[in-house]
């Protein structure tokens, strides 16, 4: 398991290009046949992408986590961004089609994925952090996500929102998760920007066309920078840090927070006319 150690906001200032990639963005996640983990010092988040074919991937319990099992202390959320699959925790079987989700609380320690055919293949997207209190076991299917449309075709931004693990979904310690698709002629996200100092966030692009790419906005709202993105790679914002991005074609993300709390609407906006 890779371990990143995020950078400050004096720091972060003078950055190589090179530098910003390798503190802020997390790629290689998607290995077909291999369950890839990467380490995040902010918040002790974990994440990773397990990509089944014909044999089932178990979720180890790394060295790192000093940890009998991987959720002994911890919470995940499991997003198939692939073919149809399924998820194993103990003997229980959770079917996942396409954008459907599923958390698993503390306290499971055999989990495993598998793909219901290796010519469609599923791909889990693995987002986990700390977990103090216990939660059940939570199958989010994407037709019962809630949506919240927002932005409009005028501002580039017309988008909808689905919440999948929230205070009003399923329920966890300190994990909010979700997935927003941008409509059509739509390709700014996250905009107007905001900051929230009480959580880190992780983004997560995908179905983003192969010759397509992302143009990540990050730092502070008056020193931002940028990570020119890929299908399946990561970005990880501080608290401290905007996160907003366009893209060259349509694509969708998936957002994940762990931090103080779960109100979704605790953001610190950045008006436009104060970026730099």
């Not at 959720?71 to 499991?78: I, Q």
């Not at 216990?134 to 932005?151: M, R, S, Y």
């Not at 100092?197 to 502070?220: C, K, Q, T, W």
Request: aromatic share 8%.
């Amino acid at each position: 398991m890779k371990t990143y150690m995020m950078a400050d906001p004096v720091r972060y200032p003078r950055m190589t290009t090179q530098e910003l990639r390798d503190v802020f963005l997390i790629g290689g996640l998607h290995n077909p046949g291999v369950l890839q983990l990467n380490y995040v010092d902010l918040d002790r988040a974990v994440v990773g992408m397990a990509a089944p074919l014909q044999t089932p991937l178990p979720l180890p319990a790394t060295p790192e986590l000093r940890a009998a099992y991987f959720t002994e202390r911890r919470e995940l959320g499991a997003l198939n961004i692939g073919g149809p699959g399924a998820v194993y925790v103990g003997d229980a079987s959770y079917p996942l089609r396409n954008l459907d989700l599923l958390y698993i609380g503390r306290g499971n320690p055999e989990v495993r994925f598998e793909s219901e055919s290796e010519r469609t293949p599923a791909v889990f997207y693995l987002l986990s952090y700390p977990a103090h209190s216990l939660h059940p076991v939570t199958l989010v299917k994407k037709e019962d996500a809630q949506p919240t449309e927002i932005g409009s075709a005028e501002t580039c931004n017309h988008r909808t929102i689905y919440k999948y693990i929230h205070l009003a979904g399923a329920r966890s310690c300190q994990l909010v998760m979700g997935v927003t698709h941008l409509h059509t002629g739509s390709a700014w996200n996250t905009m107007p920007p905001h900051t929230h100092m009480r959580r880190s966030e992780v983004y997560l692009y995908f179905d983003v066309p192969e010759n397509a790419r992302i143009l990540h906005l990050m730092g502070p709202p008056q020193e931002t920078r940028h990570l020119i993105m890929s299908n399946r790679e990561a970005a990880v914002s501080p608290g401290w840090s905007i996160h907003a991005g366009a893209g060259t074609q349509a694509y969708k993300f998936c957002w994940g927070m762990g931090g103080e709390n779960q109100d979704y609407a605790d953001m610190d906006p950045a008006p436009l006319e104060t970026m730099r």
